[in-house]
């Protein structure tokens, strides 16, 4: 097992993902390689970053990563609002989706503080 994968906050990374894929399936068509591709990309690179980041030798470095997994979740929150203000997007769906993104935020927060030298 890799480092990142014992990591909670990767795991509710990847299932952010999932919903992303799932609530984007139903975009309009052409809109795949515009918001739909948008947000599954700054999506999946949350994880990613977390994954990447476990991998570096110093906690400095490890923080940074944390730091842009962080940008990427707020590029899917502004892509998630203008899915909503386009109507591609359900109310209901937005909001469990914003849910989910503040829960996840908390916790890349939470551990680029305990990557922080003291």
């Keep these: 097992m890799f480092k990142f994968e014992k990591l909670d906050v990767w795991h509710e990374a990847i299932d952010f993902s999932d919903r992303i894929y799932r609530l984007t399936r139903s975009f309009p068509a052409d809109e795949r390689f515009g918001l739909t591709q948008q947000m599954r990309r700054s999506a999946v690179s949350i994880a990613a970053n977390i994954a990447e980041g476990s991998s570096r ?3 400095t ?4 990563f944390v730091e842009i997994a962080y940008g990427s979740l707020m590029e899917t929150v502004s892509h998630a609002a203008i899915a909503k203000r386009q109507t591609f997007l359900p109310d209901a769906d937005y909001q469990e989706l914003y849910d989910q993104a503040e829960k996840l935020g908390r916790m890349l927060t939470g551990l680029k503080k305990s990557l922080k030298p003291q």
């Design 61 to 64: 470095d490890f923080a940074r």
């Design 57 to 59: 030798s110093s906690s």
